[in-house]
């Protein structure tokens, strides 16, 4: 991102961000800007899968806008997700709302196998580069 980003304060990403640098936008499309998050996991304070954390400026307005977002928040995230798989990047409140409506169906059928399709249909994503803004 650029030093003066969120200037005007914080933004949801978009198509073309004019934010990000030429090298922000390769470590974006190639997921490596996610990478120090698997340190992360290795101190337990992440899992490999579950929701995405929010950012802090976007948590009290989504929660007013989005039944349900709430009962999100106080799970462990996860460096991936079915909603990163299936919805990519969130650049709108419907976008959001997507995502916490798979993110809650996650949390109702978790289980190993399901952690293990996603972490295999992550890898596509990250290998075809598919949902990067």
Known sequence: MRTDAEKNGAQFAQKSDPRVTSIGRFLRKTRLDELPQLWN??????SLVGPRPERPEFIEKLSDEI??????????PGLTGPAQVINGYDNNIEGFRRKVALDLLYLQKCCLWNDIKILVRTVGVVLTGKGAL
């Open 67 to 76: 039944p349900d977002y709430v009962e999100r928040i106080g799970l462990k």
């Open 41 to 46: 996991v290795l101190k337990g304070e992440m």
